[in-house]
């Protein structure tokens, strides 16, 4: 779920459904925005169905970017951008395949950060940091990776650029869109 300022909208894309008792649930593949008041299915061709798809809203170009997930194939590694009309493939190629990756816009350096995220269970967590540029399809893997133990989205004031942190055993940290890291 990602806000499109641009438009005024809350985006939802795919996720899971629901199922009677002893049944496994559909994994979904629709879109869906919101407008402050109603929400609205949107009929666009786009990405496979998945959950745990990882997305972040690019504020200079006006779009939503979806990166991964998880489908009934397995995880997917493509990235997809969503401009309000329709869906457009960016990539299949660059990270490998996950879920569950945590997935930012940074203004100041105009690209869309990746870190982490889930190529399995129960030992397949990921700590490394992917980078779009404006571009499609062309990434390159930033030099400086966390440790991998706690990942959660950083509480700041409002109005806060902060978007990821990590907990390596003794100390927090948030590495905030202006670039700048504090413990």
């Known amino acids: 779920?990602?806000?499109?300022?641009?438009?005024?909208?809350?985006?939802?894309?795919?996720?899971?459904?629901?199922?009677?008792?002893?049944?496994?649930?559909?994994?979904?593949?629709?879109?869906?925005?919101?407008?402050?008041?109603?929400?609205?299915?949107?009929?666009?061709?786009?990405?496979?169905?998945?959950?745990?798809?990882?997305?972040?809203?690019?504020?200079?170009?006006?779009?939503?970017?979806?990166?991964?997930?998880?489908?009934?194939?397995?995880?997917?590694?493509?990235?997809?951008?969503?401009?309000?009309?329709?869906?457009?493939?960016?990539?299949?190629?660059?990270?490998a395949p996950r879920g569950m990756g945590y997935v930012t816009y940074d203004k100041a350096r105009d690209r869309v950060v990746l870190f982490g995220g889930r190529k399995g269970w129960p030992n397949g967590d990921l700590a490394d940091t992917w980078s779009l540029t404006a571009r499609p399809g062309n990434k390159s893997e930033l030099s400086r990776s966390p440790h991998r133990e706690s990942v959660w989205p950083c509480r700041g004031s409002p109005g806060s650029e902060r978007r990821f942190s990590f907990q390596p055993r003794d100390h927090a940290l948030c590495v905030e869109s202006r670039g700048h890291d504090r413990g």
Do not use: C, H, N
Not at 13 to 40: C, H, I, N
Not at 49 to 72: H, K, N, Q, T
């Open 1 to 95: 779920m990602v806000f499109d300022a641009k438009r005024g909208r809350t985006v939802v894309f795919g996720g899971m459904g629901t199922a009677p008792e002893g049944q496994r649930p559909p994994t979904l593949g629709d879109t869906w925005e919101y407008d402050g008041s109603v929400w609205k299915q949107i009929q666009a061709a786009g990405p496979s169905p998945r959950m745990g798809a990882g997305a972040a809203y690019d504020s200079r170009r006006g779009r939503v970017i979806l990166f991964g997930g998880m489908g009934e194939s397995g995880f997917s590694g493509e990235t997809w951008s969503w401009d309000g009309s329709e869906w457009k493939k960016l990539s299949d190629t660059g990270p």
